[in-house]
């Protein structure tokens, strides 16, 4: 047998086994039937450990994403001949297999291109039905999706195996119970089934943007999973909507700024210190492309007002030359369409620059449900040591420290209490 | 020859970003071998199996439920002596994974 020479091994994609496992899960589950999700991922799982032991031996098929799909798909069809009972089989595809013993073409045609978007965001409606509690929601999307590990969602979420694998289950009895499908909702039903998968994608980019990890600020990972599937969304005409691209617009700005985020030796930069030189223009550029685009109708959304801020950041200069009045004005707009004490958080610190380092602590006092969050004590931090209260500063910076589980965090605000002594 | 037990191939629950690396590392280790003109075959033998053994010829499926000692493929490289069969298997990517690397020198006629 030829080992592998180096050029085949820089073939193989980065992240490949995670992004054709979550889409191997997503045409399989819709072979078998959402309630039967597990198996899928089982035949996925037992099809990529025979990829790694043989491809590790030096056999590289030519095509690697064709080999996983063969050998997935030929375990599905041993799977159904083996399943006697076709009722349990989901979809319309149980009749046809009934009918029609040959079961190969309908199966073949699930592993065109097209039609692996297509289960992906089955999956993705299913995934996140409004009947499967949040939590579950995430999970379940990270897990079938974006082929994350147990381990690795708990690892993402802070949480244990255990209440990973609890809200795996949840989801799974509510799949059950509700006899949930995996399909695209019906018209009058799509527009708000597709809020609610922007917002399990949205939670899931936050997630990512500030992880909660003690050691990774950033988790690129869940980032880069969130904008995949929104891409996917943008990519089908009736999930296509201006939100949809709003959204994307906001994520390619975000994601623009990853480089710039953290130093060399891990240690938080904020926006004001930021080299904007190592800002990506490509994502930026992306950014503005899909607010323009976004820009249809007369509906705007939060996500609108969120992707408008973040471009103001994206184009300015400077920290001191950014358009605080307007970031100001949509914060302002967006309070009313998410009140919330976040927004007011964020539209307070806006108005230190737009207005007055003043009015923005006299919004800052006045939030309330933020008593537990580092950031609303670090912004109080902040605004005192502009204004140049040390002792104050210090109490409040002090307070945040001891909320975060961020090592990173709390490195910053260290260095924040040392220059208020 | 080197012939190795556990490791990846005996591993439950390897997400395929876990997997992915660790191939990757693997074909890594073949082509360092390779360059270096040591490396001579190897191929990874599928799990299970089945023993037959005694004047009976019982058949069994075999010693392999200790996923520890199941024996996942083998090597075979050219090496001098076992020190430095023993530098080459330094970068065994498994041992991370409590995997084990046997060494035996073939008997050459």
């Known amino acids: 047998m030829q080992p592998p020479s180096s050029s085949q091994v820089n073939h193989l994609i980065e992240h490949l086994f995670r992004r054709e496992s979550g889409k191997m899960i997503a045409v399989l589950t819709r072979l078998l039937g959402f309630d039967s999700f597990e198996v899928a991922q089982d035949i996925v799982q037992d099809t990529l450990l025979k990829a790694m032991v043989t491809w590790s031996y030096g056999r590289l098929p030519d095509n690697p994403s064709a080999w996983l799909y063969r050998v997935a798909k030929n375990r599905a069809i041993d799977h159904l001949r083996r399943e006697r009972n076709f009722q349990k089989i989901g979809s319309a595809y149980s009749q046809q297999l009934q009918q029609d013993l040959k079961v190969d073409p309908a199966i073949n045609d699930m592993f065109l291109d097209n039609e692996i978007q297509d289960s992906q965001l089955r999956m993705m409606f299913a995934c996140c039905h409004p009947f499967i509690p949040v939590e579950s929601q995430i999970a379940l999307v990270l897990k079938t999706l974006c082929g994350l590990s147990v381990h690795e969602i708990a690892n993402a979420f802070l949480t244990t195996h255990d209440a990973v694998t609890k809200r795996i289950y949840r989801a799974k009895e509510k799949i059950i119970q509700q006899k949930i499908q995996l399909e695209v909702p019906p018209a009058n039903l799509l527009n708000s089934r597709l809020q609610t998968v922007l917002q399990s994608l949205y939670l899931l980019f936050n997630e990512g943007y500030n992880s909660s990890h003690p050691e990774q600020l950033i988790r690129e990972d869940l980032c880069e999973a969130a904008m995949r599937l929104c891409q996917i969304l943008s990519e089908q005409t009736f999930t296509n909507i201006p939100e949809t691209r709003a959204f994307l617009s906001l994520m390619c700005f975000q994601f623009s700024r990853f480089q710039s985020r953290v130093d060399d030796k891990g240690n938080i930069v904020i926006l004001k210190y930021q080299d904007r030189s190592l800002w990506n223009r490509a994502f930026i550029q992306r950014g503005f492309d899909y607010l323009n685009a976004a820009a249809e109708g007369n509906h705007f959304s939060a996500y609108h007002l969120e992707a408008a801020i973040a471009s103001l950041h994206a184009a300015a200069p400077s920290f001191d030359q950014t358009d605080w009045k307007t970031v100001y004005h949509l914060y302002d707009i967006l309070y009313t369409l998410k009140p919330g004490p976040v927004v007011a958080l964020n539209k307070a610190i806006a108005s230190a620059y737009a207005v007055s380092r003043q009015a923005a602590l006299d919004s800052l006092t006045q939030i309330q449900g933020l008593e537990n969050h580092y950031l609303y004590y670090a912004s109080l931090g902040e605004m005192y040591l502009e204004l140049n209260k040390k002792e104050e500063a210090k109490k409040y910076f002090t307070r945040a420290k001891a909320l975060t589980g961020s090592r990173i965090e709390q490195s910053l605000l260290q260095k924040k209490i040392t220059e208020c002594n | ?109």
Not at chain 2, 13 to 30: C, D, F, V, Y
Not at chain 2, 74 to 86: G, K, M, P, Q, S
């Open chain 2, 1 to 109: 020859m080197f012939i190795f037990q556990g490791g990846m191939s005996s591993s439950e629950e390897l997400s395929p970003e876990t997997m992915q690396q660790s191939m990757n590392k693997w074909m890594a280790w073949i082509e360092q071998l390779r360059k270096a003109g040591k490396y001579v075959a190897g191929e990874p033998l599928m799990l299970g199996g089945k023993c037959i053994e005694g004047k009976e010829r019982v058949i069994t499926d075999g010693p392999f439920a200790e996923g520890k000692e199941v024996v996942g493929g083998f090597f075979i490289v050219n090496a001098e002596n076992y020190d430095e069969a023993l530098a080459l298997a330094q970068d065994y990517p498994d041992f991370d994974l409590d995997g084990k690397v046997q060494i035996r020198q073939i008997m050459k006629m």
